[in-house]
């Protein structure tokens, strides 16, 4: 079992930037891709970035340049991050962090950003 805990979420203005983390613990030592999502109102959630255990990284093409994503593997906790730069209000959603381990997907409760001025 893997436990995931978000935090860093929060309210900012346009063009500002926020860094979301999330704390994985548990049987973690197995954990091979772990990432980000968001969900919009009204959309469906979709893929921000993922992360591989050799960390390869994915980052969707609409946000290279303004997002990064980066893993730190402890022995017994994992924490990713998500550093988010130049905000638009299109960027406004519920961030979940996702883990996955063999065939099993565990997620976040998630973690809310909104952009507005």
């Known amino acids: 079992q893997v436990q995931l805990v978000e935090s860093g979420g929060g309210l900012v203005q346009p063009g500002g930037s926020l860094r979301l983390s999330c704390a994985a613990s548990g049987s973690v030592r197995s954990i091979n891709v772990m990432g980000w999502y968001r969900q919009a109102p009204g959309k469906q959630r979709e893929l921000v970035a993922d992360?591989?255990?050799?960390?390869?990284?994915?980052?969707a093409d609409s946000l290279k340049g303004r997002f990064t994503i980066s893993r730190d593997n402890a022995k017994n906790t994992v924490l990713l991050s998500l550093r988010m730069n130049s905000l638009g209000t299109e960027d406004t959603a519920v961030y979940y962090c996702n883990a996955e381990q063999y065939s099993k997907t565990y997620w976040g409760q998630g973690t809310q950003v909104t952009v507005s001025s």
């Open positions: 992360i591989d255990s050799d960390g390869s990284t994915y980052l």
